[in-house]
C-alpha cells in the first residue's frame, strides 16, 4: 500500500502522479492531473455505475450531495448555495443567461479575462447590445476601486473578474472589488478558475454575488466538473435559462405552477454526470489529506523560488507580481530574443516539459502545484539558461 501523501516527504507526493515520470509538468493551471488513488476510486466508481446501472451498489446521488457538502466546506457556505455544472465558463453563462438584460446596460471586467468571461459577454453585446468596460488589473484594492469607479455609471449591472488571472496571474482584490460593488448596486461574479485549491476561498470572505470555479485545474478533479455558488439573495435574481426535471420545486401542470427551487438545484436538471462529481470529491480528500495549508505555503515556497531565479536573469522579464499575496500558484514570464510558442516547444522538445503559452504577452506562464518540486524550477532554468547562452 503506498503511503500517505505528506507534502513533508514530498516524494510520497511524487508517487501519487506517474504522469510526472515521463515529463516536468508545469501546466496544472490548464488541465489538472488526478492523483492516482483518487483516480482508481473514481474509475472503480466508474465502472460499477456503467456495468450495473440501477444495481449498483453505491449510492450515486449520495456520493453527489457528499462532493456537494464538501465543495460547500471548502468555499464557506451552505451546501444549498452550490450548483455542479460542467466547467466554470458555465457559472458566467448562468449569472449571464439568468439576469434581465436591456440595451444599454453595462458590465466591468479587466483586460486579463479568459474567454470563460470575455465571449459569453461578446456574444451578449451582439444579442442584447450592452457595453463592456475593460480596467486594467492590479492587486491594489485603492487601484481597483478607482478603475472601477471611473468606468461605472447608473446603467452598470456587473462586475465580472478572475480571482487571478489566467494571463498575469495577477490576484485580484476580490474582497475590495466585491465591496464597492455592493455599494454601488452591481452584481458581482468571481472566477476562481486559478484560485481554487491554491488559496484559501471563502466566498462569504469574498462578499461575492457569484462565484464560478471547475475541478479539473488545481483541485486535480476531472474534466467535465464545474461549480457555481451563488448567495441567497443574488440566487434569487437569476432566471434560468434552461430548466427540467429537477430544478422546479414545485411543478404542476393542472395550475400552471413553476417554481423553482430556492437552492443551487434550480441549476441541475436532467441526468447529470454524477460520477464525474463523485470523481471531483476523491480528488478534494486526497489534496485535503495533504492539508490546503500546507499546500498553500508548498505553492507560495515554490512561486517565491521561481520568481526570484526569473529576477536574476537579465534576459527574462517577470510579468507576475513579485509579492505571492499579489499572486498565486501561476507565474508568467517573457523571454528576449523569443516567441514564446517557439520557446514552449523548446521545453517540450529537451525536457519533455509542459507549460502554457501567454500569447497577449510573449510569455510563458509555469503553474507550481502541490507534486511540482525545486527540481522541476531548476530544470526550466538550466534550459532556459542553456538557450540564453546558445
Ligand atoms: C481564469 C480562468 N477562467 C476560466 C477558465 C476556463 O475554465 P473552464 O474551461 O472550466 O470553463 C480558465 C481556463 O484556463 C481560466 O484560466
Redesign the pocket.
Known amino acids: 500500500m503506498n503511503p500517505l501523501p505528506n507534502l513533508a516527504d514530498h516524494d510520497s507526493v511524487r508517487a501519487a502522479f506517474p504522469g510526472l515520470r515521463d515529463g516536468i509538468y508545469l501546466n496544472v493551471?490548464?488541465y489538472g492531473i488526478m492523483p492516482e488513488p483518487a483516480l482508481t476510486a473514481f474509475l472503480a466508481l466508474v465502472e460499477e455505475y456503467e456495468t450495473f446501472g440501477l444495481f449498483c451498489s453505491s449510492d450515486i446521488g449520495q456520493k453527489v450531495e457528499a462532493t456537494r457538502e464538501t465543495v460547500a466546506a471548502l468555499l464557506s457556505c451552505s451546501a444549498t448555495a452550490i450548483a455542479f455544472t460542467?466547467?466554470?465558463?458555465?457559472?458566467?453563462n448562468l449569472v449571464l443567461a439568468g439576469l434581465t438584460w436591456r440595451a444599454g446596460d453595462e458590465v466591468i471586467i479587466t483586460n486579463e479575462?479568459?474567454?470563460?468571461?470575455v465571449h459569453p459577454l461578446l456574444y451578449l453585446q451582439c444579442k442584447r447590445q450592452i457595453r463592456i468596460h475593460r480596467v486594467s488589473v492590479s492587486p491594489d484594492a485603492d487601484v481597483m476601486r478607482a478603475r472601477c469607479a471611473a468606468v461605472a455609471s447608473p446603467r452598470t449591472r456587473l462586475l465580472a473578474f478572475?480571482?487571478?488571472?489566467?494571463e498575469s496571474g495577477t490576484r485580484l482584490p476580490a474582497a475590495a472589488m466585491c465591496e464597492w460593488a455592493a455599494e454601488n448596486r452591481i452584481l458581482s461574479l468571481v472566477?476562481?478558475?486559478?484560485s481554487l485549491g491554491v488559496i484559501p476561498t471563502q466566498v462569504r470572505d469574498l462578499g461575492c454575488d457569484f462565484y464560478?470555479?471547475?475541478g479539473?485545474?488545481w483541485l486535480l478533479g476531472p474534466k467535465g466538473t464545474?461549480i457555481f455558488y451563488a448567495a441567497p439573495d443574488a440566487l434569487q435574481q437569476l432566471s434560468p435559462a434552461h430548466v427540467g426535471a429537477g430544478s422546479l420545486e414545485v411543478a404542476d401542470f393542472a395550475s400552471g405552477t413553476a417554481d423553482l427551487w430556492s437552492s443551487g438545484r434550480r441549476f441541475e436538471y436532467g441526468t447529470r454526470a454524477t460520477t464525474l462529481i463523485a470523481g471531483l470529491d476523491c480528488s478534494i480528500g486526497w489534496l485535503a489529506r495533504l492539508g490546503w495549508e500546507q499546500i498553500e505555503t508548498h505553492i507560495r515556497h515554490l512561486s517565491s523560488y521561481l520568481k526570484a531565479r526569473i529576477q536574476e536573469r537579465p534576459y527574462l522579464r517577470l510579468l507576475t507580481p513579485p509579492a505571492f499575496d499579489h499572486a498565486a500558484g501561476l507565474t508568467t514570464f517573457a523571454m528576449e530574443g523569443w516567441e514564446a510558442g517557439e520557446l514552449s516547444r523548446e521545453l517540450m522538445r529537451r525536457a519533455g516539459m509542459c507549460v502554457?503559452v501567454i500569447p497577449h504577452y510573449n510569455g510563458i506562464r509555469i503553474a507550481t502545484a502541490c507534486f511540482n518540486n525545486e527540481a522541476d524550477i531548476d530544470t526550466l532554468l538550466a534550459i532556459l539558461d542553456a538557450i540564453a547562452d546558445s
Open positions: 493551471g490548464t460542467g466547467n466554470a465558463t458555465d457559472g458566467t479575462e479568459h474567454e470563460a468571461i478572475s480571482h487571478v488571472t489566467c472566477d476562481g478558475a486559478q464560478t470555479g471547475n479539473h485545474k464545474g502554457r
